[in-house]
C-alpha cells in the first residue's frame, strides 16, 4: 500500500512551492506530486516547428506539466499584494507582502532576471495616471519582474531537479480520477494513467493538496459537489487579446512594462481590466482537454516582435437561478471556436465598429501583422455576448485616452480569451476546507490568479505543514 504524508494533486506554482517550503524548512515528511503532464525538459509544443496547433492529445503541452502554464506563460512575478487575486483577504495585506518578498528571492535563487520594471519614471507615471482618471479608469501600481518565457522554463527546470534530487517523489502523466474521502475526511486519492485513462489503484496520504490550476477548474468544481466541500460561485472573464503596434504602446511599454488598468464602463459596469501586457510580445493560442482554444500572450526575454498585445476581460457573476460560471465561458468560447473552424478567431477593431467582419486580404494590408499565424480573420462579435463584447469596446476607447491610437481601426482583437477561475473554496487562514486533511492551492482554489500569488500560497502551506506536530 502506497502511502504518503503529503500528497500534492498537480505540478503548477503553488504544489511546486509547498513542496519547496517543506525541503527548506527540513521537514522530514514524505511528499508525493501527482502531475497530469510530462516532465518539464518533455514538455515541447509541436506549433514552434509546424507553425500551425496540432491541438495534441490527451493534453494541450502549453497548459499541462511541471509548473503547469507557468512555464510556458510570459512569466511575469507581480510584486505587489494588490495584484494577484483575493489571497490577502485571508491573510492580510501585510502578511501577504512579506511572502511576497520572500518567494521573490526564491525565484532569483533559481536564476530570475535581476531587473524589476515599473519602478522609478515617477513624473511619466503621474502622466499616465493623469490620463487613466481622465478616461475613468484606475491605473495599479506595481512592480513586475519579468522572466521570459524560454527563461522561466529554463527555471522551473532548475526547481523541478533540485525537488527530484532531495528524494521528493513525482508520479507525471497520473490523473486524479477522484478523490477518497470517509467519515469528512480526505484518506487518499483514486489514480489513472493520463493518457489511457486506465485505472491505478488508490495512493493513501494524511494531507492532500490540491493544486490544479485554472486548468483543473471543472475537475475542482465537481469533487466539490460529490464530495460536498464547501464552496461559492467564483468569477468567469470573458475577453479578447488586443494586439498593436510597439509604437502605440511605448511609452507605457517603456515606463511601465504592463499598464494594469481597471474601469467600469457604461451602460453595464462591469469590472473590465487590462491584464498580461507583453511588450514585443506573441499572441500564442493553448488547447483546454474539451478542445477548446484559448488565445493567450507569450514575452520572450530575447526574441522580440513588432507589437505589443495585452488581454481586456470583463467579469462577469452569476446567482439565480444561474451560477455556473465556467460552463458559461465554455459556451462562449465553443461559440468562438465555431466561427474560427477551431482556430482562433482575429478581428481589426475598425471592422468591429462599423458593423462587419474582417477578411484576410484586410489584414495582409494592415500596418499591424499578427504575430499569430494560424488565426482565422473572421466576425468575433457573432460569438462574444453583447454585454461583454460592448464592456469590451467601450473600454477600448476609454483606454484610447491613455494610450492614443490605442482604439485604431487597425487594432486586432483575437478571441476568446476566457479565464476559468475556480469556484471559490471556503477556506480558513490555514487552508483548511470542511473535509479534514484536505487543502486547495492557487488558481485551482479561487484566491489566487497568476504566477507569484500561486506560489506565495504554496509557500504558506509548506510552513503550516512544517510546523504541526
Not at 129 to 136: M, Y
Request: aromatic content about 8%; glycine content about 10%; proline content about 3%.
Amino acid at each position: 500500500m502506497l502511502r504518503y504524508d503529503v500528497i500534492i494533486v498537480g505540478a503548477g506554482p503553488s504544489g511546486i512551492f509547498t513542496a519547496l517550503e517543506l525541503i527548506r524548512r527540513n521537514s522530514n515528511k514524505k511528499i508525493l506530486i501527482i502531475e497530469k503532464g510530462r516532465r518539464i525538459d518533455q514538455r515541447h509544443c509541436p506549433k514552434e516547428e509546424r507553425k500551425v496547433c496540432v491541438s495534441c492529445k490527451p493534453y494541450c503541452h502549453i497548459t499541462t506539466g511541471f509548473s503547469g502554464a507557468g512555464a510556458f506563460s510570459d512569466g511575469k512575478l507581480s510584486l505587489s499584494y494588490e495584484v494577484g487575486g483575493d489571497l490577502p483577504k485571508i491573510i492580510g495585506n501585510d502578511r501577504a507582502e512579506e511572502l511576497i518578498g520572500y518567494t521573490d528571492k526564491i525565484y532569483l535563487e533559481f536564476g530570475a532576471d535581476t531587473k524589476i520594471e515599473g519602478i522609478g519614471h515617477n513624473e511619466e507615471i503621474k502622466d499616465i495616471r493623469r490620463k487613466a482618471i481622465e478616461a475613468g479608469l484606475k491605473l495599479i501600481d506595481c512592480p513586475i519582474r519579468h522572466l521570459g518565457t524560454e527563461k522561466a522554463h529554463e527555471i522551473y527546470l532548475k526547481v523541478q531537479n533540485f525537488l527530484l534530487d532531495l528524494r521528493v517523489e513525482m508520479k507525471f502523466n497520473k490523473l486524479v480520477e477522484d478523490l477518497i474521502i470517509e467519515e469528512g475526511k480526505v484518506k487518499g486519492v483514486k489514480i489513472a494513467d493520463s493518457k489511457t485513462k486506465n485505472e491505478q489503484g488508490i495512493i493513501y496520504g494524511d494531507k492532500v493538496i490540491i493544486a490544479t490550476g485554472r486548468k483543473g477548474a471543472n475537475w475542482l468544481k465537481d469533487m466539490c459537489i460529490k464530495h460536498e466541500i464547501h464552496h461559492v460561485a467564483g468569477t468567469v472573464d470573458i475577453g479578447v487579446r488586443v494586439e498593436v503596434r510597439n509604437e502605440i504602446m511605448e511609452k507605457v511599454n517603456d515606463v511601465l512594462y504592463e499598464s494594469k488598468l481597471i474601469g467600469y464602463p457604461e451602460p453595464f459596469r462591469n469590472k473590465v481590466r487590462s491584464f498580461c501586457q507583453n511588450p514585443g510580445g506573441f499572441v500564442s493560442q493553448e488547447n483546454y482537454d474539451n478542445d477548446l482554444a484559448i488565445v493567450n500572450g507569450h514575452s520572450y526575454k530575447d526574441k522580440k516582435s513588432n507589437n505589443t498585445n495585452l488581454a481586456i476581460l470583463s467579469s462577469h457573476n452569476f446567482s439565480e437561478p444561474f451560477n455556473q460560471p465556467i460552463q458559461y465561458g465554455k459556451k462562449v468560447a465553443e461559440l468562438v471556436n465555431m466561427l474560427g473552424n477551431g482556430k482562433i478567431l482575429v478581428q481589426r477593431f475598425g471592422d468591429i465598429l462599423d458593423g462587419k467582419r474582417t477578411w484576410q486580404k484586410e489584414l495582409e494590408q494592415s500596418n499591424v501583422k499578427p504575430t499569430l499565424p494560424d488565426a482565422v480573420a473572421g466576425d468575433i462579435t457573432s460569438a462574444i455576448p453583447y454585454r461583454p463584447m460592448m464592456n469590451i469596446i467601450n473600454f477600448v476607447k476609454s483606454m484610447n485616452t491613455v494610450v492614443p491610437g490605442f482604439a485604431s481601426k487597425e487594432t486586432l482583437l483575437y478571441g476568446p480569451e476566457i479565464k476559468f477561475y475556480s469556484n471559490k473554496i471556503n477556506m480558513d487562514e490555514s487552508f483548511n476546507t470542511n473535509i479534514e486533511g484536505l487543502h486547495c492551492l492557487g488558481d485551482s482554489s479561487g484566491w489566487t490568479r497568476g504566477l507569484m500569488m500561486a506560489s506565495v500560497m504554496g509557500v504558506l502551506m509548506g510552513r503550516i505543514i512544517s510546523e504541526e506536530k
